[in-house]
C-alpha cells in the first residue's frame, strides 16, 4: 500500500519560513520523481518544485529563490524548505510522486498539508 503523508504545514506571518515534509512508504523511493503542488482556494492545483531521481530540480517562478526542495532517499522523505512566505504561498500543499514506466505510470498523492500566511 503506498502512502504519502506530509507535514509541517501551519500558520506563519509574511517573511517566515516553514519546512514541509513528504515521507513516503510502499515505493522504490528512489526510483520516483518527487513533487510539492499546491492549491489554493478557487484555483487549480500547480506544480511548486519537483525533484528527480537524479536529484534534478525546477521550481515555479512564483517561488523560485525562496523555496528549496530536497530529498533523503534514506528516509524515503522529501523536503520543502520554504522562505521569505507571502501571503499568496497560502494553500494546501500536497507531496507528489511519480513513476513513468514503458507501460505504467504510476502517479500517486498525499493528502496535504495547509500552509497559511498571514500579513
Known amino acids: 500500500q503506498v502512502q504519502l503523508v506530509e507535514s509541517g504545514g501551519g500558520l506563519v506571518q509574511a517573511g517566515g519560513s516553514l519546512r514541509l515534509s513528504c515521507a513516503a512508504s510502499?515505493?522504490?523511493?528512489?526510483?520516483?520523481?518527487m513533487g510539492w503542488y499546491r492549491q489554493a482556494p478557487g484555483k487549480q492545483r500547480e506544480l511548486v518544485a519537483r525533484?528527480?531521481?537524479?536529484?534534478?530540480?525546477n521550481y515555479a517562478d512564483s517561488v523560485k529563490g525562496r523555496f528549496t526542495i530536497s530529498r533523503d532517499n534514506a528516509k524515503n522523505t522529501v523536503y520543502l524548505q520554504m522562505k521569505s512566505l507571502k501571503p499568496e504561498d497560502t494553500a494546501i500543499y500536497y507531496c507528489n510522486a511519480l513513476l513513468r514506466g514503458v507501460l505504467v505510470t504510476n502517479d500517486y498523492w498525499g493528502q496535504g498539508t495547509q500552509v497559511t500566511v498571514s500579513s
Open positions: 510502499g515505493i522504490i523511493f528512489s526510483s520516483y520523481v
Open positions: 525533484i528527480t531521481s537524479s536529484g534534478d530540480t
